[in-house]
């Protein structure tokens, strides 16, 4: 309804003498319009064949969609009860070993095929396994939020605080 | 009474005469106060949207005279007035009135008409206001097939967010054209995507349930995360936008939205979840890859 609006308005009361200067319509355009600044905005996320996989060494760089996958895979799983057994080892290794076996746990996890679904020979440098490389602080960031006590009281999972793996219920276990 | 309505009143001066009863109590009408005599300030309480050019304005040499930000100033409040009423009226959230298509077309004329008179170049206002209104309509068009495919990545979230009230901008933006830095507004719009999107998080999380029982899906669940996820994501987002508008210049706005992201941390403290801040680290790092920024990690 608008769109006819609008065209009544540009066809009967406006008169357009484009004085703009060059820079100003380019600016324009860059900041307004759907060219260029929509080209920002058109980054895929969220699906494990967007990601460039390993690099020629077989190092996986774990960026943005690497941890909207990493987020899925333990919190939307496919398999409960394996994303129940990550998140326990993720809880023993932060709080019991430190940010290298959080690490540790993460590989395992990121080259778990059957839990992921997501094989690294299809990508275009193949490896079997790779190792992860995790830009600096993020994987303390993780670590922290794993073992922080003050993020307990809604797990496992927020939709409710039962577990559905059989181990002790008590909060006091910290039941992943 | 606030800027806003200080401004409403000049409005509705020049509103037909036949139309201005009516036209009074448009927030009432458009649910934006429970109270006929509820002006706009009850709905538009954060600072950056009352006043956006101010913050556009801020520059290292002259300031902008007074009078040029007044009438951006004026602009920015009717291009509000024009954007909450099509928001709500394509929102369904307001009954069937014969005065709409009048008053939108009345509130359209003194939109376009103060924004000519503040950039001083029809031109300008008039491409300004065009660009927003396909914005409005490509996000529109967005929102209702969200409804049949029930999912949306983060790109599409972030791009939904900046064009359904891109009109709240466009007053800003045109002050950075015509009397400012041109070279300027794609940083400024960046960072002002942030603080929409910031809020947007918040409400949409906030808003998750009756989202589910209007529309059949709320937008936590089409991002396929949790509302607390989007929640935690809120300050994330704030103090990504904080740090593009400082590196931008843009102090006042960087300031605000700092401050923003600190009070909305403090005020989600001990109510968060692992799942929840797993999910907003995903989400903000994916915010910060499509905005540019310097970590995907939090300070």
Redesign the interface.
């Known amino acids: 309804m608008?769109?006819r609006?609008?065209v009544a308005?540009?066809d009967t009361?406006?008169?357009?003498?484009?004085?703009?200067t060059k820079?100003?319509w380019e600016?324009?355009a860059?900041?307004?319009?759907?060219n260029s600044?929509?080209l920002?905005?058109?980054?895929?996320?969220?699906v494990a064949e967007d990601s460039p996989g390993p690099d020629a060494s077989g190092v996986l760089k774990v960026?943005?969609?690497e941890?909207?996958l990493?987020?899925?895979w333990?919190?939307?799983p496919v398999d409960e009860a394996q994303a129940h057994n990550y998140?326990h080892a993720l809880k023993k290794a932060a709080k019991e070993s430190g940010v290298e076996a959080v690490k540790a746990v993460l590989g395992v996890l990121f080259n778990d095929r059957r839990f992921t679904g997501v094989c690294w020979m299809n990508y275009p440098n193949p490896f079997p396994i790779v190792s992860l490389s995790f830009?600096?602080?993020?994987l303390a960031?993780?670590a922290s939020?794993?073992r922080?006590p003050?993020?307990?009281?809604?797990?496992p999972?927020?939709g409710g605080a039962v577990c559905f793996v059989d181990q002790p219920h008590e909060k006091d276990n910290m039941c992943? | 009474m606030g800027p806003s309505d200080l401004e409403y009143a000049v409005t509705l001066d020049a509103l037909p005469t036949d139309l201005q009863p009516f036209a009074k109590e448009l927030p009432f009408h458009l649910g934006l106060t429970a109270h006929p005599e509820g002006g706009w300030e009850d709905y538009s309480a954060l600072a950056p949207f009352q006043r956006l050019p101010a913050y556009a304005a801020e520059r290292s040499g002259p300031a902008l005279a007074p009078e040029f930000q007044a009438r951006y100033l004026r602009a920015h409040h009717r291009g509000g007035f024009f954007g909450l009423l099509?928001d709500r009226l394509e929102d369904g959230q307001v009954p069937v009135r014969p005065e709409w298509?009048r008053l939108?077309?009345a509130l359209?004329?003194q939109w376009?008409q103060s924004l000519t008179e503040a950039t001083g170049?029809?031109?300008?206002a008039?491409?300004?206001l065009?660009?927003?209104?396909?914005?409005w309509?490509?996000a529109v068009a967005t929102e209702r097939a969200l409804r049949t495919r029930r999912r949306l990545?983060?790109?599409q979230y972030?791009?939904l967010v900046?064009q359904k009230v891109?009109w709240l901008g466009?007053s800003a933006?045109c002050l950075l054209?015509?009397h400012g830095d041109?070279?300027r507004?794609?940083v400024f719009?960046r960072a002002f995507d942030l603080l929409l999107l910031s809020s947007q998080c918040l409400d949409d999380a906030l808003d998750a349930d009756e989202d589910t029982r209007l529309h059949g899906i709320g937008f936590p669940e089409a991002l396929?995360?949790?509302p607390?996820g989007l929640l935690r994501t809120a300050p994330g987002v704030a103090r990504l936008g904080a740090t593009l508008a400082r590196e931008g210049g843009f102090h006042e706005l960087g300031t605000w939205l700092a401050e923003r992201a600190r009070t909305l941390d403090e005020s989600q403290s001990?109510k968060?979840?692992?799942?929840?801040?797993?999910?907003a680290?995903?989400?903000v790092?994916?915010v910060?890859?499509?905005?540019g920024g310097p970590?995907?990690?939090?300070p």
């Open positions: 608008f769109n609006l609008y308005q540009t009361h406006i008169t357009v003498p484009f004085s703009l820079e100003q600016d324009l860059e900041a307004l319009s759907n600044y929509a920002l905005r058109d980054i895929k996320d969220g960026g943005p969609l941890l909207g990493l987020y899925q333990l919190f939307n998140l830009e600096e602080g993020l960031q993780i939020f794993v922080d003050t993020l307990s009281y809604l797990e999972y927020e992943y | 099509i298509p939108r077309q359209f004329d376009l170049n029809e031109a300008l008039t491409q300004a065009h660009a927003a209104i396909e914005d309509i490509d990545s983060v790109a972030a791009r900046s891109s466009t933006f054209l015509a041109p070279a507004l794609p719009r396929g995360h949790p607390r001990g968060s979840s692992l799942q929840a801040e797993m999910s680290l995903a989400l790092a994916a910060t890859q499509l905005y970590a995907v990690t939090n």
